[in-house]
């Protein structure tokens, strides 16, 4: 039996790419532009290249493609679970969704970062220790699993999610977003306190 089946790449030749982001370089772009009076293609290409990209028009499919993305997950139910506790019953109505924690960096750091405060990692003088964000992003793709839900019945609302999930024997999410918008007590406190 085979587990959920991928629909999103498990690299993409485009990292996650939001809008904010390409206005950044645009305005890198425009303002280069305003000074030397180059064109603005120039410009464009030029600071694409110092961001990794092979050209502009890199950076709008990376764009594309993130946007792509945010599309389906605003349009469902999405959640991180634990691989080792994946089966192929457990996620029988889910489809992999390998860069969803990439979509929702800022939710899963915060939600680490909640998870370490209950395990005492704040603690200064105890064996264990934060993780650095590089730490998390190594962990957080090899530890769990994204998930969208597509099966026959209605998504739940926002209060019922873990309910919904136990009733229909699916897995416990560590971190879940209902229409784009997380779920996580821990996380949304953390936005609310100190974002």
Request: charged share 30%.
């Amino acid at each position: 039996m085979k587990l959920a089946e991928p629909t999103f790449p498990k690299t993409s030749a485009f990292p996650i790419f939001t809008d904010a982001e390409v206005r950044s370089l645009q305005n890198v772009a425009f303002l280069r532009q305003r000074s030397s009076q180059r064109p603005m293609d120039d410009c464009l290409d030029e600071v694409a290249k110092e961001s990794g990209f092979r050209s502009w028009l890199d950076v709008q499919r990376a764009q594309s493609f993130t946007r792509q993305l945010e599309v389906k997950m605003e349009g469902g139910l999405c959640m991180l679970v634990e691989r080792a506790q994946v089966t192929p019953e457990k996620i029988r109505h889910f489809q992999q969704m390998p860069l969803l924690w990439e979509l929702r960096k800022r939710d899963v750091v915060l939600w680490w970062r909640s998870v370490e405060d209950r395990r005492g990692c704040h603690l200064a003088g105890g064996e264990l220790r934060r993780k650095s964000r590089r730490e998390i992003y190594v962990d957080v793709p090899r530890d769990y699993m994204g998930l969208r839900y597509v099966g026959p019945d209605p998504l739940p609302s926002p209060d019922n999610v873990l309910l919904w999930t136990q009733e229909r024997g699916y897995l416990y999410p560590e971190i879940a977003w209902l229409r784009g918008k997380c779920l996580n007590p821990e996380v949304l406190y953390f936005i609310e306190e100190y974002a």
